[in-house]
């Protein structure tokens, strides 16, 4: 069977007004997992494995008003909002959909706020941020030289540690250091080794081309305040001879729009999109 990636957009409708923290990070966390324990909870137990908890990525919520005092989000009764849920293995997908398809009236609940699932879209033509593929079709993406990212939610990448031990996070995302995580990703899911040659292979190659309004944005995690970066960036190949490493990094890119890149992508963050 073929390792099928989807992205699927949840619109959702509340069914009752409330506040929600601005990031909703940690409660739509909550949501997915309460959806796959009640169709598999054999599934949802090993998604707490170490090595399964990448297994999805999810985006914040969009489509409703958010505080610039408090960051809050407000919220009221039938109001059209929409969630991402990007489903990075087969069993994931299955268990969700059963979710969505099995439910009378499927629904998730965010903090006190219960929405209902209106509808959700997985076809590409249905949303831009919509959409499915499989490992073998990125393998045959053609290399490329130029790629326009856009970072919709806040990004922030995990590059080791500081001499006191303290965490290193990048929020501008320089080829590398973007590319690092989705690459190893790729590697243990085909068992292929690309490594750090490969990311050195980008670090000599890849340049930084053009930023349009970059920010840094903040986002809450388990009581803390962390920084982010959203806007778009291009990226430009300097050196077009490798044409199996260009078509390898142009494959980790159309990866990326599942995946997510950085720190903390199931809680939100780190939502992106090549849009040229």
């Not at 919520?61 to 990007?86: A, E, F």
């Not at 903090?111 to 073998?136: E, Q, R």
């Not at 501008?172 to 292929?192: C, Q, S």
Request: glycine fraction near 10%; proline fraction near 6%.
């Amino acid at each position: 069977m073929p390792h099928t990636l989807h992205a699927l957009v949840v619109n959702l409708a509340p069914q009752n007004a409330g506040t929600l923290p601005g990031s909703v990070g940690e409660l739509g966390h909550a949501a997915f997992y309460a959806a796959i324990q009640a169709v598999d909870p054999d599934l949802s137990a090993r998604m707490h494995n170490a090595d399964e908890r990448s297994a999805f990525s999810l985006s914040p919520l969009y489509g409703y008003w958010q505080s610039p005092q408090d960051g809050k989000i407000r919220v009221s009764p039938g109001q059209p909002g929409w969630l991402r849920v990007c489903l990075l293995e087969p069993a994931l997908f299955a268990a969700f959909t059963t979710h969505l398809l099995t439910s009378t009236r499927p629904t998730i609940r965010l903090g006190d706020v219960h929405f209902a699932i209106t509808d959700a879209l997985g076809n590409p033509a249905s949303h831009p941020w919509a959409g499915y593929t499989t490992l073998d079709e990125l393998r045959q993406l053609p290399p490329a030289e130029r790629w326009v990212l856009e970072f919709e939610s806040p990004t922030a990448v995990r590059w080791g540690d500081a001499d006191n031990r303290r965490r290193r996070m990048e929020i501008f995302p320089l080829p590398r250091m973007a590319i690092n995580g989705v690459g190893k990703r790729w590697d243990k899911w085909t068992g292929e080794n690309w490594g750090r040659d490969f990311e050195e292979w980008v670090e000599r190659n890849v340049i930084i081309e053009r930023v349009w309004k970059w920010q840094t944005e903040g986002f809450a995690y388990r009581g803390q305040r962390y920084t982010g970066g959203v806007g778009k960036v291009a990226w430009r190949l300097l050196d077009k001879s490798d044409a199996a490493r260009a078509a390898h990094l142009n494959c980790l890119l159309h990866l990326a729009f599942f995946t997510g890149i950085g720190y903390k992508t199931t809680h939100g963050l780190g939502q992106m999109r090549l849009v040229e």
